[in-house]
């Protein structure tokens, strides 16, 4: 079966308040530009060239970028969220996601890598490279996360958009390579990979913490919303080592509850525990004002987008809905 996976990240700051080599942001905005790039020299749409240059050449059968629905086949996975609600992929903006690979598939890549198959070892080592900031620092090469460590150089890359997520990781010294593609949702993909190098390396690990937002939402449709809240409470005392209490954990339940189960007041009674919780995150209380909003209640969402940006004068998403209750 082949796995969805498109290769993006959060925004972070726009990209017209940094000026080039000043200092790093992740862009999705900057890979389309980059395939709009590929297309004015090459003459082909990115689908094409990628097809043509890459996934023929590597035997890669699986793999395409996606511009049509009925590329869509059974054989091809459908995304959901942690909940099993469908969180699939739809858009066909290309260059920051839409290709849909196998594990073997981005195997063969990883090997064609190896042996210099699709570029020289010189534009390799250039691409593994960070890039030179003025301002702060930055690990980002051309397309790769770059660490070293004891073992080495590795060269890592997540993905995440809808339900699908995707991770590669390469430790180039010692040829080692851990691929994973899912598509249900928020996968503890950075924790398993170390699990993954540690069992290879004969050292002791730990095994991904589990999701507390999956396991509240089953309190909330069997007993309530007030009894979720009292099974957070007492599970972070005596489970704190079993279960992901963090800020996204929270938020993602909070969502699932305000649209996928269209229960607005405990969405909104898990928002606010999320601020209670994470009182210095601008998104917690951007997701409580949202939450406000679809109920109807535009005083207690100016309030809490007000608050939101107060936190984080960069909080786009708030400046816009706070502009638009304000009009």
């Known amino acids: ?9 959060p925004t972070g700051q726009p990209l017209a308040s940094v000026q080039p080599g000043e200092k790093y942001p992740y862009s999705n905005s900057g ?11 090459t003459g082909q ?13 590597l035997n890669m059968k699986n793999s395409f970028v996606l511009t049509s629905s009925t590329q869509k086949t059974s054989a091809v996975a459908r995304g959901y969220n942690a909940f099993g609600s469908a969180d699939d992929y739809d858009a066909y903006v290309t260059g920051d996601g839409g290709v849909y690979s196998t594990v073997d598939d981005l195997f063969a890549l990883d090997q064609a890598l190896n042996q210099q198959k699709l570029v020289k070892q010189e534009t390799l080592d250039e691409a593994f490279t960070p ?18 460590d004891v073992s080495g150089k590795r060269v890592w890359h997540t993905g995440n958009t809808a339900g699908f997520r ?31 190098q540690n069992i290879l390396a004969g050292r002791p690990y730990t095994l991904p913490k589990k999701s507390i937002a999956v396991a509240l ?29 963090d800020e996204g954990e929270i938020n993602a339940l909070g969502y699932q509850l305000l649209y ?29 004002a949202e939450a406000y909003q679809i109920m109807g209640d535009k005083a207690s ?20 809905m706070l502009g638009k209750l304000q009009n």
């Open 1 to 9: 079966m082949s796995t969805g996976t498109a290769v993006k990240q």
């Open 31 to 41: 890979y389309v530009l980059l395939g709009l790039i590929v297309e004015r020299v």
């Open 45 to 57: 749409p990115l689908s094409r060239y990628l097809q043509d240059r890459v996934f023929r050449p």
């Open 131 to 148: 890039g030179r900031v003025r301002e702060g620092r930055t690990t980002y090469g051309f397309g790769w996360n770059v660490e070293s």
């Open 166 to 196: 995707a991770f590669i990781e390469r430790r180039l010294d010692e040829q080692i390579t851990v691929i994973m593609l899912t598509d249900g949702g928020n996968s503890k993909r950075i924790e398993i990979n170390q699990a993954i």
């Open 217 to 245: 939402r089953n309190v909330v449709l069997r007993s309530g919303v007030e009894a979720a809240l009292t099974t957070y409470r007492a599970d972070k005392t005596a489970h704190a080592d079993e279960y992901d209490f």
């Open 260 to 288: 996928g189960d269209r229960r607005q007041p405990d969405a909104v009674r898990i928002f606010l525990l999320n601020t209670a919780e994470h009182p210095s995150s601008s998104n917690a209380f951007d997701s409580l």
């Open 301 to 320: 969402a100016r309030k809490y987008y007000d608050i939101a940006i107060q936190k984080d004068p960069r909080n786009l998403h708030a400046l816009s």
